[in-house]
């Protein structure tokens, strides 16, 4: 029963710093305001990360292009890994680092959103995503750990979990990620 209530406190008290982070609050709305003004251009936001990012991935990708609140148009949101013949083919052919990158320069356009989502921000396919992705003229944003990795540095916009444990920084993206769905579909859909 300890354990229990000790996770419940752990990820309450991580949401508590990121309540009283006025920085990051910030960010995260400019995030969501480049996500607004992306689809209002009729661009296309991209999430990219590997095992339990890449789910998150896949969910905030879905929130957005099916419906967050509201019945509402979809979006065009994609997670990058969905298709596993292309995943498969391109780790073999090339390397399990080229998954992404690739795929950033066939869909990515000018002003169009990434997100790259890694707990550690040391993952290299993420990292090559974001390179590729500035080369397109793309807006990157990270969602890592309270470090950033070397992610940090790769990326227009950095949302850094106050943490470290990588369960935690988890349920903070999620949560970060429904903010994010909920002010574009205010903000798009009223």
Not at 5 to 32: D, G, P, Y
Not at 75 to 91: C, D, K, M, Q
Not at 94 to 117: M, P, Q, T
Request: proline share 2%.
């Amino acid at each position: 029963m300890n354990m229990i209530k000790n996770r419940i406190e752990a990820s309450i008290q991580v949401k508590q710093m990121i309540l009283n982070n006025q920085a990051l609050l910030e960010r995260i709305n400019t995030s969501a305001e480049k996500v607004v003004a992306c689809l209002q251009e009729d661009g296309k936001i991209l999430f990219c990360g590997n095992g339990g990012s890449a789910a998150d991935a896949q969910h905030i990708a879905a929130e957005l292009s099916g419906r967050f609140y509201k019945d509402r148009d979809p979006l065009f949101a994609e997670a990058l890994h969905v298709n596993t013949s292309y995943l498969t083919a391109v780790a073999n052919d090339y390397s399990y680092h080229e998954i992404y990158a690739r795929l950033v320069k066939a869909k990515g356009r000018k002003n169009d959103v990434l997100f790259c989502i890694s707990t550690s921000g040391n993952s290299e396919n993420i990292l090559k995503a974001a390179q590729k992705a500035h080369h397109q003229g793309m807006f990157v944003i990270g969602m890592t750990g309270e470090s950033g990795g070397l992610l940090k540095d790769q990326v227009d916009i950095l949302l850094n979990m106050p943490s470290s444990d990588t369960p935690r920084i988890q349920e903070a993206h999620i949560l970060i990620g429904h903010i994010i769905c909920e002010i574009t579909e205010q903000k798009l859909f009223g």
